[in-house]
Structure formats: structure tokens, C-alpha cells
């Protein structure tokens, strides 16, 4: 009853499908990517004399990585490091310049700005875009949103909602298109402290029912360490560094009992 979202491009090899693809244990990945790299130059720039895969004009370049099933992994960087940027192609709405990439199609996609449309009502948001009998619909979309704690907001306006509310309404479009693959561009960086703790722990329950493969950009240390299973570092469009969060041993806020430690290396390492 669910559709998913299926994203087309030619230009280089890129692959979106719903039986992820690797070179090596092809089912145990969502995505798989190999030497990529992304330029924004101008045609005028191709056709310098400098040899055009080695131009300054590469955003990203030489980047290979896998993301396992159910993996939560965050991208940080400094801003303008790539890390959107590589969202981005993951999600189809951008073709790279050079290398392949092959991801599952069963994406649903956040953003810091839950994007909910202003004349529509907050059931209606959740399932916009999908097919189905009116009644079904809004089956589906009262699920979603119990599941996010918001019953009774069925018919309520964007507007009436704070931001965290919308948020959870934003998580509640992607429960119900099934995703595989959750991406998310720092979903929470507009909410205050305690809101976005508990925005936090919701994500974390819902990977860990529903079993999503998250990859998540943010700019908060203390989010990736809370919630990655690992963290990549963004830095001269390459990926820096990578850090293994040993999420078998938690303290009662969630953390990893030696977060303090992990923290204190990713900011030393953002410098």
C-alpha cells in the first residue's frame, strides 16, 4: 500500500534499487559507493589546461564507502565540507561528477525544516503523494502518527503545531512510505535542547523497531555519539576519519559510557 520513492539518473554509474548492491555481501548493504566525486565548475573550467578531475572546483572527491542494513551512521564536518552535498547524491538529487554508487530506492528523506505544506492538514502531510482510498489514507496517516505521539492531530494545521510536532510529523511521512534507507540533514538543529533530546530518543526507538539504515548530517557531536552506530568526518571533500561507537554498553541517558572520550577526539579532530 506503501509507495516508495524511486529517483532516476543516468550519467556515470549510479544504480538505485530495491535489492541493495556491493561488490562484497551484496545484501548487507544499502548503499555502496566507490571513488566518487562531485564538481560544480563551469564549462569554462573544463577546458582549462589543468587536467579537470584534479581541479579545486571538486566538492567531494575520492570518497568509497558502505553503509550496512540497519546501520546508523552521521556525517560531520565544518560547514561547506560536502556533507549535504553527499546527501544529496545518495538521495538522487544530485548525479556525481565521477564514480559509482549503487543505493536501495526505498528512501524517504528530513530536513532541518520539516517542509510540511502550510494548506494541508497534518494527515493529509503525512501521506501526500501516495495512493489509496480516502479512508485508507487516513488509516495509514492516524498510525503514523500515533506511533510519533501526536493523536488527535489528524486534522490539525502545520501552523498550530510547534516545532517539534512538526517534526514528528515529518518522521511520520517517512514511517509510512517503509523506508529502507533514512536520510537526514540535520533534522533537528532548530529545536530547543530538551525537545530535541527527546526528538533524539524517538529516532532511536523507531530505528530500532523498524530496523531503518539511518544516515544522518549534523553539526551536534553529542547527537552523532548519542545515536551512530558509526561517524564519519567530512574534510577537504575526502572522508577524513571514522569512528566505531560501541553501542553495547550504554549509560541511562543512551550514550555510550565513554561518550566524553569520543567527543573530546571529534573535536580535536574538527580543528
Known sequence: MFNSIFHKRSNVEVSKESTCKSNINDSDYCVSIENLGISFASAKDKNTENDFANNSSFVLKNITMRIKKGEFVSLIGRSGCGKTTLLKIISGLLTPSEGSIHATSRQAIGFQDARLIPWLSVNKNVVFGMEGSKQDLKNIAHLALCQMQLEGYDNKWPS???????????????????????????????????????????????????????????????????????????????????????REHLDAQNRPVNHSEIEDELREALQ
Open 160 to 246: 498550530e503545531l510547534s516545532g517539534g510536532q512538526q517534526q514528528r510529523v515529518s518522521l511520520a511521512r517517512a514511517l509510512v512510505r517503509s523506508p529502507e534507507l533514512l536520510l537526514l540533514d540535520e533534522p533537528f538543529g532548530a529545536l530547543d535542547a530538551l525537545t530535541r533530546f527527546d526528538m533524539q530518543d524517538l529516532l532511536n526507538n523507531l530505528q530500532a523497531k523498524y530496523g531503518w539504515t539511518t544516515l544522518m548530517v549534523t553539526h551536534d557531536i553529542a547527537e552523532a555519539v548519542r545515536l551512530s552506530n558509526r561517524i564519519l568526518m567530512i574534510k577537504d571533500g575526502k572522508i577524513y576519519k571514522q569512528w566505531n561507537i560501541d
